[in-house]
């Protein structure tokens, strides 16, 4: 009986340990996420960058305002939408990403100011609205050319069409390919659950 109880202890330690391994090993993992966190920080400073660049061209054209060509401020001003724009995306991927890979924001999960949309926004979404809005800021690209169609190529003006064009096709493929294989669900928010 001796041996067939050594080799049990032996066996149990032996699973105990690799029990032990094993949850190390996925405590390591699963704490790794907060590698992310510097990245989503890097991303906030991306946006105070779009900030500063928005106030300077403000700034730069305002004292114009008087002499500026109409044709000029519409360019001028697709270009402050366009900056708008990315750092709208900017901002969205900074929280739908850090909620969706890093941990949820609970702090701010009565807040009255806490956008309608964090918390909904699951991977899928966010690639729908990335998607949607590179071809938002092609079409203000592709307007301003031809606004200023005068002074650019028009080799420059086929290829800029064709690009849109791509974005627009790809666009569709993917919102029709993820309605299809992952139909929509309205995921639950902090509210919601509190209701159920």
């Not at 029990?19 to 390591?28: G, Y």
């Not at 366009?82 to 995306?89: P, R, T």
């Not at 849109?164 to 790809?170: A, C, G, P, R, Y």
């Not at 569709?172 to 929509?184: D, W």
């Given at each position: 009986m001796k041996p067939t109880e050594e080799n049990e202890e032996n066996l149990t330690f032996k699973e105990k340990a690799a029990?032990?391994?094993?949850?190390?090993?996925?405590?390591?993992l699963f704490h790794s996420r907060w590698l992310l966190?510097?990245?989503?920080?890097?991303?906030?400073?991306i946006l105070a960058m779009f900030m500063v660049k928005f106030v300077q061209e403000v700034f730069y054209y305002f004292p114009q305002i008087f002499s500026i060509e109409k044709t000029s401020l519409i360019i001028v001003s697709l270009t402050l939408v366009?900056?708008?724009?990315?750092?709208?995306?900017l901002l969205i991927v900074i929280f739908s990403g850090y909620e969706n890979f890093v941990s949820k924001i609970d702090m701010v999960a009565d807040h009255v100011d806490r956008p309608d949309w964090m918390g909904k926004v699951d991977y899928s979404?966010?690639?729908?609205?990335?998607?949607?809005?590179?071809?938002?800021?092609?079409?203000?690209?592709?307007?301003?050319?031809?606004i200023n169609m005068d002074n650019m190529p028009k080799e420059n003006i086929g290829w800029m069409i064709g690009i849109?064009?791509?974005?627009?096709?790809?666009?569709?493929?993917?919102?029709?390919?993820?309605?299809?294989?992952?139909?929509?669900h309205h995921p639950v928010s902090h509210n919601d659950s509190e209701h159920h």
């Open positions: 029990e032990n391994i094993e949850t190390a090993i996925e405590n390591i966190a510097p990245i989503y920080l890097g991303a906030v400073l366009d900056l708008i724009l990315i750092a709208n995306l979404a966010l690639k729908l609205k990335l998607i949607g809005s590179i071809v938002a800021i092609s079409s203000i690209e592709l307007l301003k050319a031809f849109h064009l791509t974005f627009v096709v790809s666009g569709l493929i993917f919102a029709i390919s993820e309605r299809v294989y992952h139909p929509y």
